[in-house]
């Protein structure tokens, strides 16, 4: 691999409960791969069950990098994946490995696709804070309505509670003069990476019927005790962290707020949603060679599809990874 030209790197995204993980160890064991989980909860320690982890044993018999690194009470930006990933990127290639960012993280793998520029970028501190102030003042249900009068494909894809990317996107738009689309149109859409990117997609049914299938796991692995603990060790619903899907449920429940089966059905309905932001994001990328993995009994066929997919774009002998780790 000539060590001038620019880093491999694989990308594997869809949708929530499309069966990333199950895929991603397949390629591993057909590749020399590194997974940098591209999630942006799995940072976490202590948040397992609810943000699909990669089970112990997996984990150990294929590298997986940026899980478990912080508590959940520590900031977390798509600012510090990018600086994250990046470096680890470099360090994978450098072993003779190839980098794979597996998740349904949109922000987080496309900054680091198109190597964003994040400081400064479209920010203006004062005009965020008066959206601040709005948001404290009106609640997100006016700023969400705002939104979608300036910028309705960002209220579209943007969950009404999630107040930060609200005030973003407000901010983006009052700064800018346009909407989130134009500003991110406005970036260099070009890699910094010798690229291919793979997602996953599925009937919406189906995809539909997996996702609550894979609450009710959740469940009964033991969500609710899960998040019980965090609330224990002193981590406050309203941080970023505890506000993921999932915990901002169960914590409703574990204050009283709501019943389980309540907690449930706002669980399955919010990570429906979240799926059908994810597929609207990543449709914007074009690079992305998509894969139809409807029908589970064609596994193997899917796999051998994304195979093909990977040793085409990092044909061998140029690239070092095609052996297998033992």
């Not at 977390?76 to 450098?94: G, V």
């Not at 609550?212 to 002193?234: C, F, N, S």
Request: aromatic share 8%; net charge positive; hydrophobic share 40%.
């Amino acid at each position: 691999m000539n060590p001038h030209a620019p880093p491999p790197l694989l990308v594997l995204v869809g949708p929530s409960a499309v069966g990333k993980p199950a895929y991603s160890y397949e390629i591993a064991r057909r590749f020399r791969v590194e997974i940098i989980s591209g999630d942006s909860v799995q940072v976490y320690r202590g948040m397992d069950i609810g943000s699909a982890k990669a089970p112990p044993p997996e984990r150990e018999r294929f590298p997986h990098h940026l899980i478990d690194i912080l508590d959940p009470d520590e900031p977390y930006t798509a600012a510090d994946f990018q600086k994250a990933a990046a470096e680890l990127i470099r360090a994978i290639a450098a072993r003779g490995r190839l980098p794979a960012i597996v998740g349904g993280t949109a922000l987080y793998i496309e900054s680091v696709v198109y190597d964003y520029r994040f400081p400064g970028a479209g920010a203006d501190p004062q005009i965020r804070a008066r959206w601040e102030a709005a948001a404290d003042e009106l609640g997100l249900a006016a700023l969400h309505r705002m939104l979608a009068e300036r910028d309705p494909a960002a209220a579209a894809r943007i969950h009404p509670n999630d107040r930060k990317r609200i005030v973003r996107a407000l901010e983006i738009c009052e700064a800018t003069g346009g909407t989130t689309a134009d500003f991110r149109q406005k970036r260099e859409k070009k890699s910094p990476y010798r690229l291919c990117m793979i997602g996953l997609t599925m009937d919406r049914r189906k995809l539909y019927e997996r996702i609550d299938r894979r609450v009710d796991e959740m469940i009964g692995q033991g969500l609710v005790e899960e998040v019980r603990a965090l609330l224990a060790k002193g981590y406050d619903r309203g941080l970023p962290a505890m506000q993921a899907i999932g915990y901002k449920e169960i914590a409703a429940y574990l204050c009283g707020e709501t019943t389980l089966e309540r907690a449930v059905e706002l669980l399955k309905r919010n990570t429906r949603r979240f799926a059908k932001r994810q597929l609207s994001w990543f449709r914007t990328m074009p690079q992305i060679q998509w894969v139809d993995v409807t029908d589970e009994s064609k596994f193997s066929t899917h796999c051998e599809r994304i195979n093909d997919i990977i040793a085409t774009a990092f044909p061998s002998p140029d690239f070092p990874f095609h052996t297998p780790i033992s």
